[in-house]
């Protein structure tokens, strides 16, 4: 095996999309280790071989040991990497981008600096969660007032369709087991979807903490992201494994929001949401699915030039040198 030193890293174009990954796998008590371009998962049962490429995101559990290897060919290949708590209900560290462009970091710090264009990223995220609804003379306590209604019709429908009882939402902090199944249900398809958001908003490159609806928190924007599908995705699949019973709920939760993850496409979704709603505020120019991996300088009026080149002066004015200075 090659040293980390002596391996090439992949080009933008070589990453597999965001999209087109496993959505999440979570992994706990055993030890994690790389082979050629796989991870590997070992444990009392054997050896687990994974593609790296194909990893959206590793959710880390208890009693899990991931060797510096493994971490490095996740991180070539773009998998997000989450440490979280039993049954992945709590979010410990994460990091690694996908992409190599700050083109929508810039956009995202573009719209959330200006108050106007903040809310009217917010309003955006609504229309997405209210179609019927036009959100845009809306105040931002008419939107949040608008989104619990919408949540609690939620919980009372799906009840309704499962006849799973349902009195009302509970989260004991530091006790998963204190709720009961259906809450634990929810609990679960919360914090998977919270992993999934955080994934992909890292491996755009956007910011984890510049949120447009919420705000003060490390991954106020990814709680934006999240919730835009809690009512479609993470809710109807919390209550159908709540109807299987109260062993393991966690464990069905993930399943089954993993397959109707997969089955609706949420990651395509998601990427395209996000896209869409931080560069309709942001028109520089550039394709919006560009992909060459380049670092430009900034100069006058906002001008970029090619970076790793010498910048002169000359009788002429500027002179771009053909030497690299880096």
């Not at 999440?24 to 050629?36: G, K, S």
């Not at 559990?61 to 440490?83: K, N």
Request: hydrophobic share 35%; net charge neutral.
């Amino acid at each position: 095996m090659s040293t980390v030193s002596q391996r090439a890293a992949s080009s933008p174009r070589e990453l597999t999309r965001v999209g087109d990954r496993i959505s999440f796998i979570y992994l706990e008590r055993c030890t994690i280790h790389r082979e050629n371009n796989a991870i590997t998962a070992t444990d009392a049962d054997g050896v687990t071989h994974i593609p790296s490429a194909t990893i959206g995101t590793l959710l880390l559990g208890p009693g899990t040991r991931v060797t510096h290897q493994a971490m490095s060919v996740l991180g070539e290949c773009g998998a997000g990497v989450l440490w979280v708590g039993e049954q992945g209900v709590r979010f410990y560290a994460g990091g690694r981008a996908l992409t190599r462009s700050s083109r929508l970091a810039e956009a995202q710090a573009t719209a959330w600096a200006n108050r106007r264009t903040r809310l009217a990223v917010a309003r955006a995220m609504y229309r997405l969660r209210f179609p019927d609804d036009d959100p845009s003379t809306r105040t931002r306590q008419e939107l949040l007032n608008m989104e619990g209604r919408r949540v609690k019709e939620c919980y009372r429908r799906e009840a309704a369709r499962t006849g799973v009882p349902w009195r009302r939402r509970e989260y004991h902090h530091g006790d998963f087991t204190a709720g009961d199944p259906a809450n634990q249900a929810v609990t679960a398809a919360a914090q998977c979807m919270y992993g999934i958001a955080h994934a992909v908003v890292c491996a755009l490159g956007c910011s984890p903490g510049l949120g447009f609806v919420h705000s003060g928190h490390e991954r106020s924007f990814v709680l934006d992201i999240a919730d835009l599908y809690k009512t479609d995705i993470a809710i109807p699949a919390a209550f159908d494994a709540a109807t299987q019973g109260e062993d393991d709920v966690a464990t069905r939760t993930r399943r089954a929001l993993r397959d109707r993850i997969n089955q609706t496409g949420l990651l395509d979704r998601c990427v395209q949401d996000i896209k869409n709603l931080l560069l309709a505020h942001h028109d520089d120019g550039r394709d919006a699915e560009e992909t060459t991996d380049q670092v430009a300088l900034q100069t006058d009026h906002g001008r970029l030039v090619a970076g790793g080149r010498n910048y002169g002066d000359t009788e002429n004015g500027p002179h771009l040198s053909e030497e690299p200075i880096w």
